[in-house]
């Protein structure tokens, strides 16, 4: 799942408008169309307003929003899986470096 995806699903099953949400979090309802189908990205201080406004946990919304960034980053490169492979390597080695301190 992607944030817009569900960001949408929240906004749906809470009953909200699309117009009442961008009011919400201070943006254009164009603009909150956009996030809705991935072709935008909010900022990441708009996710602590969603999850309050939505009572969900913020870590989720952040994991999507990570996702959704590092997807924009790599979606061209011919080798981004590959960098993604190594980027997690690198996460684990690290990780495990620290705890060994």
């Known amino acids: 799942m992607t944030i817009g995806k569900r ?3 929240l906004r749906e099953s ?3 408008l699309q117009r ?7 943006i254009g309802e164009g603009f ?5 189908n991935d ?6 201080d708009d996710l602590m307003i969603l999850s309050r406004i939505f009572n969900v946990d913020l870590s989720e919304l952040e994991t999507l929003w990570l ?3 590092l997807y924009d980053l790599i979606k061209n490169e011919n ?3 590959n960098a993604l492979k190594v980027a997690e390597e690198q996460v684990v080695y690290k990780s495990n470096t620290n705890e060994k301190r």
């Open 39 to 44: 072709q935008k990205l909010l900022k990441r």
């Open 20 to 26: 009442e949400l961008a009011a919400k979090l201070n």
């Open 14 to 16: 809470s009953g909200l």
């Open 67 to 69: 996702a959704n960034k």
């Open 79 to 81: 080798n981004g899986l």
């Open 32 to 36: 909150l169309s956009k996030v809705e």
């Open 7 to 9: 960001i949408k699903e």
